[in-house]
């Protein structure tokens, strides 16, 4: 998954993952209305988001905690 690049000045407070593979939520909409942040889109997947671990490490990093 290709994250955004953001800057120092412009680094987003939130960060969004979308799969593509949502049975639930359309992930161009979502996408979309979370452009501003640093966004995920994630090939394939499901609304449970059941590969949370394989992207476990780049979420606690965005968070800046030990992982």
Same mark, same amino acid.
Request: no cysteine; aromatic share 6%.
């Given at each position: 998954?290709?994250a =955004?690049? $953001?800057t120092?000045t412009t680094?987003p /407070?939130?960060q969004?993952?979308v %799969?593509q593979?949502?049975?639930?939520?359309?992930?161009?909409?979502?996408a979309? =209305?979370? $452009?501003?942040?640093?966004?995920?889109? /994630?090939?394939g997947g499901?609304? %449970?988001?059941s590969?949370?671990?394989?992207h476990?490490d780049?979420?606690?990093r965005f968070?800046?905690?030990p992982?």
């Amino acid at each position: 998954a290709a994250a =955004r690049a $953001a800057t120092a000045t412009t680094a987003p /407070l939130m960060q969004t993952w979308v %799969a593509q593979g949502d049975e639930v939520l359309d992930w161009r909409e979502m996408a979309e =209305r979370h $452009a501003a942040t640093e966004l995920h889109v /994630l090939e394939g997947g499901d609304h %449970a988001l059941s590969s949370f671990d394989d992207h476990r490490d780049a979420m606690l990093r965005f968070l800046r905690l030990p992982g």
